[in-house]
Nanobody
Framework: QVQLVESGGGLVQAGGSLRLSCAAS????????VGWFRQAPGKEREFVAA????????NYADSVKGRFTISRNNAKNTVYLQMNSLKPEDTAVYYC?????????????????WGQGTQVTVSS
C-alpha cells in the first residue's frame, strides 16, 4: 500500500514558478514509477509528466516540455515537479500517482495509487 500527499500548490503570476512535492509512505516506493496529472475545471484529467522508479527515464506532455521538470529522491520518498514559466492555462488541480510498473510511459489507467491533489492557479 502506498499513500501519496501532494503539496506546494498556490497562486502565482504568469511567468512565475512553483515546485510541487509528492510525499509517499511505504517501504517499496522506490520501485514505483510516479506521474503527475492535472485537471482543470470542466476538462478531463490529463497527463503532465512521469518518472521511472530509478529516475533514469522521464516522460513529459508536449504542453509542458522545456518548462516543467520531474525528479525524485527515493531516500526521502518524494517526487518533485518543478514548474517554470507558468501560464494561465496551467491552472488546475495537480495530482501525483504511483504505478507498480515502474515505467515512465505507463498509461494513466494503470496507475495504482493517487493523491488528493493540490491546486495551482496562474493569474494573467
Amino acid at each position: 500500500q502506498v499513500q501519496l500527499v501532494e503539496s506546494g500548490g498556490g497562486l502565482v503570476q504568469a511567468g512565475g514558478s512553483l515546485r510541487l512535492s509528492c510525499a509517499a509512505s511505504g517501504r517499496t516506493f522506490s520501485s514505483y514509477a510516479v506521474g503527475w496529472f492535472r485537471q482543470a475545471p470542466g476538462k478531463e484529467r490529463e497527463f503532465v509528466a512521469a518518472i521511472s522508479w530509478s529516475g533514469g527515464s522521464t516522460n513529459y506532455a508536449d504542453s509542458v516540455k522545456g518548462r516543467f521538470t520531474i525528479s525524485r529522491n527515493n531516500a526521502k520518498n518524494t517526487v518533485y515537479l518543478q514548474m517554470n514559466s507558468l501560464k494561465p492555462e496551467d491552472t488546475a488541480v495537480y495530482y501525483c500517482a504511483a504505478t507498480v510498473t515502474g515505467w515512465a510511459y505507463t498509461p494513466a489507467n494503470e496507475y495504482n495509487y493517487w493523491g488528493q491533489g493540490t491546486q495551482v492557479t496562474v493569474s494573467s
